[in-house]
């Protein structure tokens, strides 16, 4: 299983609306080549705030290993 691991700096906290508010994050270096995202503060833990470094794990799971996971249940 291939993974990768970055690190993000949170930006800041956008109040949408209640329960669904928004974190706006930085991933690279301090460059101008800093690409922004933004992801519901759900994902993130709990105690984050503006200003926080996170870490981001980006992982491929393939498609045929669930497919073994799915057969396997078939067959139990």
Wanted: aromatic fraction near 4%; charge should be negative; proline fraction near 3%.
């Amino acid at each position: 299983m291939a993974e990768k691991v970055t690190t993000a700096y949170v930006d800041r906290i956008e109040e949408v609306e209640e329960g669904a508010d928004k974190a706006v994050l930085y991933i690279g270096e301090e460059t101008e080549e800093m690409i922004k995202i933004v992801l519901p503060v759900t994902v993130l833990p709990e105690d984050v705030c503006e200003g926080d470094y996170v870490r981001i794990a980006i992982t491929i799971e393939n498609a045929e290993d669930e497919d073994d996971g799915a057969a396997q249940t078939a067959e139990e």
